[in-house]
């Protein structure tokens, strides 16, 4: 038994054949590394020693059970924590503990589990943010790579609506599109599905795809939705109180006893 036959198939895309893996794309480089990583809070141990290395265009699914440390893995890369052991690398270079703006200028741009939008500005607004602190511009450039970015999440002609304005599914592509506009070589996804009707969340795997497929951007998504994540994802890891316990293809991964584990329980493993 598989983990997905466990979790059922909440927004599936078995119907989809467009959206099922296909050959990831050639790709050499290592973009983003993380060499045992620690942090605890107080007497917990959030993460004990995460490694993980992330290659140029691969599209890498982050899957845990809730508490395991995902969002906080989040906030070590983007430096809003400081990690208490280890180092985070980006296309080689130690970046750990710098700022965040910092960060977004070299490359790694994230979104938010509880969605961050400027809500007294409107979508474009929004993405311009993203734009104008990737690449450090405000001119006309700036804004032709908000439009691009608002273009890819199919939102162009809500572009002037106010984020408050907006529903939670169309927040959530504006944050993608923040995310793309400021031109990132990684792009951390953390629940971008979060709250999303099935078919939202349709909507935001052909998003996710054609992100990575035509932006060349790397991407590391966190999703509680496991059957979106081995349906796209070229390789799976699984965090389980702040360890990694599994690292490979889907395919592989959703059969790992270990994994099955982490999310059901020990009989569940043994079924
Ligand atoms: N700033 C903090 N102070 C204290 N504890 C924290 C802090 N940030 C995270 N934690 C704790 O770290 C643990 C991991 O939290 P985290 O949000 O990273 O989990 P997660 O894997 O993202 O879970 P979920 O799937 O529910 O989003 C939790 O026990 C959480 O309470
Ligand atoms: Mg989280």
């Known amino acids: 038994m598989t983990l997905r036959m466990r979790m059922g198939n909440e927004g599936s895309v078995e119907s989809r054949p467009d959206l099922r893996l296909i050959d990831p794309p050639a790709r050499s480089a290592e973009v983003l590394r993380l060499e045992r990583i620690c942090i605890s809070f107080g007497g917990l141990t959030v993460l004990s020693g995460v490694d993980l290395v992330l290659q140029q265009e691969e599209l890498l699914g982050l899957i845990g059970p809730n508490g395991a440390g ?35 200028h070299m490359g790694i741009s994230r979104t938010y589990q509880l969605v961050k939008t400027f809500n007294k500005m409107t979508a474009f607004e929004n993405v311009m943010v993203g734009a104008v602190y990737g690449h450090r511009g405000t001119g006309r450039e700036a804004k032709a790579r908000a439009m691009a970015a608002l273009e890819l999440v199919e939102m162009e002609a809500k572009k002037d ?11 959530r592509l504006v944050e993608v599109a923040r995310s793309l506009a400021s031109g990132p070589v990684v792009a951390l996804l953390d629940e971008p599905m979060a709250g999303l009707n099935a078919s939202e969340i349709r909507k935001m795997l052909t998003i996710i795809k054609r992100a990575r497929d035509e932006r060349k951007v790397a991407i590391l998504w966190v999703e509680h939705k496991v059957d979106a994540i081995f349906r796209i994802c070229d390789r799976v890891i699984v965090l389980d109180y702040g360890v990694l316990i599994a690292d490979g293809k889907p395919e592989e991964v959703a059969k790992d006893p270990k994994v099955i584990e982490a999310y059901l329980g020990e009989s569940a493993s043994r079924d």
């Open 70 to 104: 995902k969002s906080t893995l989040f906030n070590v890369i983007s430096s809003i924590y400081r990690p208490d052991g280890g180092d985070v690398f980006l296309k080689g270079q130690k970046v750990t503990g710098l700022a965040p703006h910092k960060l977004c």
């Open 161 to 171: 609506v106010r984020a408050s304005h907006l529903t939670l599914s169309d927040r």
